[in-house]
Structure formats: C-alpha cells, structure tokens
T-cell receptor, first 119, second 109 residues
Framework: DTGVSQDPRHKITKRGQNVTFRCDPISEHNRLYWYRQTLGQGPEFLTYFQNEAQLEKSRLLSDRFSAERPKGSFSTLEIQRTEQGDSAMYLC?????????????????FGSGTQLSVL | DQQVKQNSPSLSVQEGRISILNCDYTNSMFDYFLWYKKYPAEGPTFLISISSIKDKNEDGRFTVFLNKSAKHLSLHIVPSQPGDSAVYFCAASAGDMRFGAGTRLTVKP
C-alpha cells in the first residue's frame, strides 16, 4: 500500500521544545496539505504545497510553525517553542492536483496523523 | 468562522435502517462537496463527493444530495450496517478545503 504515511504516530514533548513531523505523500500526487484536528472538531486547514511551492497558509499558522517540501516529495512541519495549545492531531493529506493556482475539485487522501501532546 | 456546519454531533440508527447525516454551509463560492469517514486512530478516508452542478450522486449504499438554494447537503446510507459506525465529516472546497465538526454515527445490530 503506497498511501500517505506520517511519522511519528505519537509525540509527547515538554512546553518550549521544538518538534518536527514528516509526511510522505502518495508518490504521484503533486499537492500536499497539512491540517490540525482537535477533539470534537473537524480538520482545520493549515497550509498546502503544489510541488515544492507553498501556495497557501492559514491565519492559524503562527510564526512558530513552518512547513517545507524541499524536493516536491515529502514534507516536514516544524513547531518551535511548543505550547500546550498546540496539542492536537496533525494530519497530512495529498492529492493529484491540477493546473492553476487554486485547489478546487480536490479529493484528499489522508495519512493516519501525528498525535502531539505538549506537557 | 465556521463555513461548514454539522449540527448533529451524534446519530444512532438500527441496522438495516436509513442513516441521514446533514451539513450546512455558508460560503456560496464552494463548488465541490465531499464526505469523509473516520475511524479512531486513522486519518479521514474519502467516501463520496458531489460537484455543485449536480444535485445527487449515488455510490452503492451511499447517496449525497445537494440543495444549493438552501446551502445544504446530506448523506444517506441505506441500509445501514454496524461497520458504518464512525465519525463522518462533511467538507467543502473553493480552494482550500473546509471541514465540518463531524457527526458520530452508531449503527446498532
């Protein structure tokens, strides 16, 4: 199965520490998305990439968050100086994508997520 | 700003009966709507979608209905099976994809 994979599945860290998550999308997919989900809520959009270019960033994404997709394949999401409010499930998704600068008519394939707990 | 709303956090139905999950949206620019299903400890998986140019899309036991004038869509599952028990998310896209808060469906044997 060559679905979307995320690593690690779980991460426990102390407040103030930096954490980095990795996402490997489906190999032929051009678009890669990061979402955050907290208990009782749906996934909240954070950012997405078309190949290696980061095309959109949510206002939710503070300066402590940075995402990269250096070669247009895997992506990393780093959170610096973690806070307890960062505790959530971080979901990565990928899609085939299309031409143009917007991501309409997309079907996202999600990974299993990284569950972050900040103590 | 919650542009996609699922007002029922939970729904319980008997096996074999119909499950109807509802979703409302506020942004008239949304042009593509999807339903995702999520089991515990897994990411959401795509279930069914509908373009704004249609009002119905059917796939086996699953049918999605879109009422653009009311900005409302619904997912019908018939007959419901215990394996359908999961959290169902409604999503809408006009660029980035927005999700509702989810409805937990429980199908009782």
């Amino acid at each position: 199965d060559t679905g979307v994979s995320q690593d690690p599945r779980h991460k426990i860290t102390k407040r103030g520490q930096n954490v980095t998550f990795r996402c490997d999308p489906i190999s032929e997919h051009n678009r890669l998305y990061w979402y955050r989900q907290t208990l009782g809520q749906g996934p909240e959009f954070l950012t997405y990439f078309q190949n290696e270019a980061q095309l959109e960033k949510s206002r939710l994404l503070s300066d402590r968050f940075s995402a990269e997709r250096p070669k247009g394949s895997f992506s990393t999401l780093e959170i610096q100086r973690t806070e307890q409010g960062d505790s959530a499930m971080y979901l990565c998704a990928s899609s085939l994508g299309g031409t143009g600068g917007t991501a309409t008519n997309e079907k996202l394939f999600f990974g299993s997520g990284t569950q972050l707990s900040v103590l | 700003d919650q542009q996609v709303k699922q007002n029922s956090p939970s729904l319980s139905v008997q096996e074999g009966r119909i499950s109807i999950l509802n979703c409302d949206y506020t942004n008239s620019m949304f042009d593509y709507f999807l339903w995702y299903k999520k089991y515990p400890a897994e990411g959401p998986t795509f279930l069914i979608s509908i373009s704004s140019i249609k009002d119905k899309n059917e796939d086996g036991r699953f049918t999605v209905f879109l009422n653009k004038s009311a900005k409302h869509l619904s997912l019908h599952i018939v007959p419901s099976q215990p394996g359908d028990s999961a959290v169902y998310f409604c999503a809408a896209s006009a660029g980035d994809m927005r999700f509702g808060a989810g409805t937990r469906l429980t199908v009782k044997p």
